[in-house]
């Protein structure tokens, strides 16, 4: 049975649902092995999955674990993935944008994979912030202040948890079908009524080419159709990192500055308006144009910042508490000219080796580290100027300008 379908597969040829949960079922029970689980995702990965597997997939990934109800809370709950970004700190600041218009929000968030930053490592550069709260916090704390940003707390789809450890490291990671399995399990599982997904494209992301991305987001408001849920899908570039800031404590504030409509615009903020402006639109079912008034509204009038405070105070963080290395060290520029590229993927390994994330799994992550931009693309410098602030606590690791910034 095991290598019919593996072979099956192979030939490009459909599995049933009995047969993808015989294989996926079975490997989470540990009665196939690694060997025979990677070779069926290579295959999958080669020759794709039909509509039809796809939704058995994401059913069997879904039934796997835990299904969240959270429809005693009264209002529309949209939940946002993001499929993962170099500074990308969204989370921190639409989630109390989202909650102040008046839409519930219950945010699981995760941790950080690879290069990318998780938003609980973030958060848990404030000191105290809880991020381990049981179902029944999560809904006191929603019916108390509209708004709850914590760890994933059931038992959720526990296939995805081993699949896509496998996937990691089996050059498995970027099948646009086990991509969409994989989220939209999780979303669907998190109990959410609509999903708004932030697909990335670029070379910080898991998806290089606008071609694949739409293909995702395709894929991914079918299967929101298979299961009566509204998805929308928003296309952003990760060939940039997002905004200043790429670390954990730079980042959460960057996103502090952003809540309190200190920020211009940038690639960052714009990327939160437009994410904000949907989550507000399908919460309260209003056009993107209306809700994007009332996210400016609450940006303006210190409500956003103001439900941020409340959240962190009432997850038991301390504002005041967020530190920063006082090592720190210049990044110059190395020539006279305009900034055309930032390449996110090096910045992300540069603020990864500084250890602002975990290499391998004992790693403890140092939150007061990280690289800050001080100059953007399209920006003019002349050679000496400062490009990027490094905060470091140990030493440095090797790297280079010119990998970094282009300058023309
Ligand atoms: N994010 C996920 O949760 N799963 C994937 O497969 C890719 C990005």
Do not use: W
Request: with cysteine; glycine share 8%; net charge negative.
């Amino acid at each position: 049975m095991i290598l019919d379908i593996i072979n099956k597969k192979r030939l490009g040829e459909e599995l049933s649902y009995k047969e993808l949960d015989y294989f996926f079922n079975g490997y989470l029970n540990g009665d196939i092995p690694d060997y025979q689980m990677s070779s069926l995702l290579m295959a999958i990965c080669i020759n794709g999955m039909t509509d039809e597997e796809i939704f058995s997939l994401t059913k069997i990934f879904i039934d796997s674990g835990d299904v969240l109800d959270f429809s005693d809370i009264p209002g529309i709950k949209v939940d946002k993935h993001s499929t993962g970004g170099i500074g990308d700190k969204t989370t921190l600041v639409i989630a109390p944008i989202v909650a102040a218009c008046g839409v519930p929000v219950i945010k699981m968030s995760g941790r950080g994979l690879g290069y990318t930053g998780g938003t609980i490592d973030k958060l848990e550069s404030i000191k105290g912030y809880r991020v381990d709260l049981s179902d029944e916090e999560i809904i006191k704390q929603v019916h108390d202040i509209n708004i709850v940003v914590t760890g994933q707390t059931a038992d959720l789809v526990p296939i995805d948890k081993v699949i896509y450890a496998l996937r990691d490291v089996t050059a498995t990671v970027s099948s646009i079908p086990l991509i969409a399995s994989s989220i939209m399990s999780k979303k669907i599982a998190g109990g959410a009524d609509k999903i708004l997904i932030d697909i990335k494209v670029g070379n910080g992301a898991l998806l290089q080419t606008e071609a694949d991305a739409l293909k995702l987001k395709e894929l991914m408001i079918k299967i929101g159709e298979f299961y009566g849920k509204e998805v929308r899908c928003i296309i952003s570039d990760m060939d940039t990192p997002l905004g200043f800031a790429v670390g954990n404590s730079l980042e959460v504030n960057e996103a502090i500055a952003v809540l309190k409509n200190q920020e211009k615009e940038n690639n960052f903020v714009n990327l939160c308006y437009e994410l904000a402006s949907n989550m507000v639109s399908m919460g309260l079912e209003i056009t993107l144009d209306e809700a994007r008034k009332k996210v400016k509204n609450v940006l303006e009038d210190g409500s956003a910042y103001n439900k941020f405070v409340e959240l962190v105070k009432y997850q038991g963080g301390d504002i005041d508490s967020i530190k920063v290395s006082e090592k720190s060290k210049n990044i110059k520029a190395l020539k006279t000219g305009k900034i055309s590229e930032i390449n996110a993927l090096e910045v992300g390994k540069l603020s990864l080796a500084l250890g602002a994330g975990k290499i391998s799994i004992n790693d403890k992550i140092d939150y007061t580290v990280g690289v800050e931009l001080k100059k953007l693309v399209g920006d003019s410098v002349k050679k000496g100027d400062v490009l990027a602030t490094i905060y470091y606590n140990k030493s440095i690791p090797d790297y280079n300008v010119d990998d970094m910034f282009k300058i023309v």
